[in-house]
């Protein structure tokens, strides 16, 4: 894409009213638009990256046999009256709204119930089982407090997966299948070496649940973690009984603040029970079908990724989820060259954002690039082209290599 | 797919609580799930041709040199005071809601004031301008009778695109390149014989505005079409002061009913006089930015295409949109034959959806391929394969072809 005709623009003054580092870096690089507190758009760059963190969740989801659908917003009452999470007293962070006809109606912050009840039009006997659905699909949450950018925001879009199992043993094998994925996500995304697994609380759902924490100093989150084990427990379970439970040593731990950046839950026959969802079995009995419940918010994702790459002069995204590989940034005398390798390396398929302005100066157009974080700039200039080179640097590296211009698609590939 | 691991399954009796014809098929063929009235979950079956119809949306955008983006559903009411849409005397179909500290907020039916806000970031010379802006977002619409399956619900996937421009001139230029991409999104989906581009009134915006109808019976509105002009007038503005507008005479039209399935609006200065949007012309004078909208509902096009191509055995999904290009139907005795084609198939990028079910008859399995309606059906038995052969039928014929093997992927492509 050409930067000339991105409508967006840096911002030349950091943002006053931002706390958090993510919030304060993707405003003015362009990526997020504060609405209100708590919610925020997506501007072209910022969608990029979503779209590319959306599209490595729904590839491993669907490796794991996920099926995609996508649920609503608007929530009939009734059916969330029947689990008990309608009352504000229990789910406390509800939006609700009336119909023209005065009718209360719901707008979701999750999805179990309404996905138990529509699983009852498909699922009746053992041969329906196991299933696992998924969506990315808006949640909204009536936070007290919205905080830390992205982090903790009232409108977010989440990719909940649910799985529907037999029995304890089937569920149990989906579970850690889930759970590895999700390493497998957290890696691909760049968070490999930041992301532990992390022995947590269950909450209402069940004793323990399973906590996807990546080290951050941004975190709100205290764990404790084996490095060598690859794997952590969140102080709400550190004590004697967490600590025997997930087979952890307290002198192998050490603390650390961190961001949740994913979590997995049995819901065991909560749901099913409260709603019906039952399945005969192989021998004609009737039982209540086993549950599980898969989150990652897309948006928190993204600002944990930004709280954990960048530096000084801006954002350092992982090659992975960055809005485009390349920047590209021509400079006075350079223009027919770059369009030349412009082209080049479209046609080669690399995602190219190509500075093609011809009012901002080169000192402006390298501070832009570095706020921005693209993984590799190209720069081609007078000077570069009388070597008949470009020069390469990679956003998370000072040195800068001169390379001819016949190499350059080679290399970026 | 394999039809066995599809979770959802095609619904024996017909949909009785459903009244229109779209989500009579669409529930009953297991696309689309009703929440609560004017309120649908997309199933796997669904969310394909949504993401189908999407995709071409979104490739006549960008060709058109959109830009996309994700605004927020939660609105700040302050931004559409200024506009005085924020009155429900004014605007009648608005979800609202409040924050836990009792302020009230919006759930977005549209988007022109929160876009014309945030590009006042962006926007402030005539070097910033024109652009266009889209997305693809929810939008909630408390509407007092929901009705018609898809055509009017209450929560709905929209593309809205907003267009920023320095003068009418430069406005209207784009306004008919626009209304050009409709014309070859509805082609590209299958209605490009039943859409006429409709005149019709303004509303609230302007005098007048440009309609997309497809021609239908289970359409609410009534227009005029001239076939061989291709256009056509809406009932609404079907007098003489509409007729010489838009240059058409009543003895050549023909009344048709039929369905709205987008719409393009002059906004001319309203927003961005009553929200600020202003840039400074070459001679340093500032103007506001005309503006213009262009919305597409995505859920409504998919019900309109099952209106209009269905017969009474089920759906005829035209090829662009299909969930699977093909249906490969595998009868007993057939097993390993069908294993190999349906993964040559896959090899060659065909979307697929395998009957692989053992405990289904032929019957069965041909009447649910009907309601489904993918384009291409292949039926693999012991008595094609008597012949080295496979059955190809067409969904919307009655011949079949009996054709070799090793003919098969070439006759697909």
Redesign the interface.
Known sequence: MRQS?????V?KSVQKDEASVNAKLLVQA?FI?K??AG??????LG?RV?NKIEGIIREEMSAL?G??????????PEVWKKSGRWDDKVVD?W???????DTE?G?ANTHEE?LTV??K???SSY??LP?Y?YQFQ?K?R???RAKSGLMRV??FLMKDLYSFSRNEKEFKEFYEKCAAAYLKIFSRVGLGSYTFRTFASGGSFSKYSDEFQAISEAGEDIIYVNKEKKIAINKEVYNDEGLAECGLKKEDLQEEKAIEIGNIFPLGTKYSTALGLNFKDEQGKINPVVMGCYGIGLGRLMGTIAEIFHDDKGLIWPKTVAPFSVHLISLNGAEKDSEKIYDNLQKQGTEVLYDDRK?KSAGEKFAEADLIGMPLRIVISERTLAENSVELKKRDEEKIKLIKIQDVIQKVF
Chains 1, 2 share one sequence.
Not at 5 to 9: D, N, R, V
Not at 39 to 44: D, E, Q
């Open positions: 005709e991105l409508f967006t623009k911002s362009g638009h609405e209100m919610v925020y758009s997506f501007l072209p969608l979503l046999g099926q995609e659908i996508l649920l609503t917003s608007l929530q009939d962070n939006f609700k709204t009336k119909l023209v006809n109606v707008i309404p529509l699983m039009e498909y699922v041969r329906d299933c659905v808006t909204f009536n936070e007290l009232r409108e009012d």
